[in-house]
């Protein structure tokens, strides 16, 4: 969509169709995945197509040329493309801020302070002239620290009393009586709501206000696009049953997402699924998502059915062009070119074939 969100929204989306990377290990068993040394191309062949395993095979592709395409797709919905700039014009919003009024409960402040311990200042205490927001009986500080300012003015300047709890949970402070000097800058008034300027444009790469929009709309139009061409393939039919590699890369992807989190918070990948996610264990995780996990690998073996039947290929060129030459070392020309493949060319050819309404 806008140019300065690219990146940001490719890495959203890899991560989110990470399901058509793979295992860098051997399945031991059922559900016991070697996610070590977790490789995004791996068991994907130099043309992102999954190594050994020609997917009509195992696919009936639905009737995929000269399908209707419903007139609706090439349009954008007004108040979509409104709900995406009044997004954008959030981001500039301001408040007025008033400075003759005393605060009173429930207002918001904007306040510096100082916070000290025996007369020495210590670390956190301060907002070191940076300001920060607070409401009155909704933000949470310690003791009656916020109370404090009501009845003073913005412009103000004066010290506040407070005593730290006795498991604050830090030494140095748990229990200790301190003094913040606090200057009140302002109370925060009425919204004020960003009008869509050429300069609010230029913040995200356009040259004016019109360019934006045509973005926008664009964008939408291609998601649409994207979204008919997905429910397409979601119409295909199994033959028989599903390659095992390619659903245990589906389940892989899934699990290597979750084990980044665990890895973080020092979990095993069980021990997260079972805190975090609500399962009674990670084989019934696993087995819960099945059909999910069935769902996505079939349409993987469509899209690369598809390619295969149409002789359809991405160079890295292509990649490029995508925007996602800065993602070949995190996750493999094989893996682009799929993830190209999945959402640039085959749904190019599609739409390309089909008849509008």
């Given amino acids: 969509m806008l140019k300065t969100k690219i990146a940001a929204a490719?890495?959203?989306?890899?991560?989110?169709?990470?399901?058509?990377?793979g295992c860098s290990g051997e399945t031991k068993n059922t559900y016991d995945y070697d996610l070590t040394n977790y490789s995004y191309s791996k068991g994907l062949d130099a043309n992102g197509f999954f190594e050994g395993i020609k997917a009509a095979d195992y696919v009936t592709l639905p009737e995929y040329k000269g399908v209707t395409l419903p007139a609706e797709v090439l349009v954008a919905d007004p108040a979509e493309i409104q709900a995406q700039l009044d997004e954008i014009t959030a981001q500039f919003d301001t408040y007025e801020q008033l400075t003759d009024k005393a605060i009173a409960n429930g207002d918001t402040v904007n306040i510096d302070y100082v916070g000290s311990v025996d007369g020495v200042e210590f670390e956190g205490g301060?907002?070191?002239?940076?300001?920060?927001?607070?409401?009155?009986?909704?933000?949470?500080?310690?003791?009656?620290?916020?109370?404090?300012?009501i009845g003073h003015m913005p412009g103000e300047n004066f010290d506040i009393e407070v005593t730290f709890p006795a498991d604050y949970g830090q030494d140095h402070l748990n229990g200790k009586d301190a003094i913040f000097n606090i200057t009140v800058n302002y109370i925060q008034g009425e919204l004020i709501k960003a009008e869509l300027t050429d300069d609010i444009a230029a913040e995200y790469g356009f040259n004016n206000v019109d360019e934006l929009k045509a973005d926008i709309e664009n964008w939408i139009i291609e998601q649409q696009k994207s979204d008919f061409f997905t429910a397409l393939l979601y119409s295909s039919e199994l033959k028989g049953k599903l390659p095992q590699t390619v659903l245990d890369f589906v389940i892989c992807a899934d699990l290597i997402n979750y084990k980044s989190y665990a890895d973080m918070f020092g979990m095993t990948l069980e021990e997260f699924v079972i805190g975090y996610v609500g399962s009674e264990s990670l084989e019934a995780y696993i087995t819960t998502n099945m059909e999910h996990y069935e769902q996505s690998a079939l349409y993987c073996l469509a899209v690369q059915a598809l390619a295969e039947a149409e002789g359809l290929a991405v160079s890295d060129m292509a990649v490029s062009d995508a925007g996602l030459s800065d993602y070949v070392e995190s996750y493999g020309m094989p893996y682009l070119k799929q993830y190209v493949l999945q959402t640039v060319t085959c749904p190019a050819f599609v739409i390309d074939n089909a008849v509008a309404e």
Wanted: glycine share 12%; aromatic share 12%; proline share 0%.
């Fill in 10 to 21: 490719v890495l959203s989306v890899v991560f989110i169709l990470s399901a058509f990377a």
């Fill in 126 to 149: 301060s907002t070191g002239g940076a300001g920060t927001d607070v409401t009155i009986g909704v933000t949470q500080y310690i003791d009656d620290f916020l109370e404090q300012l």
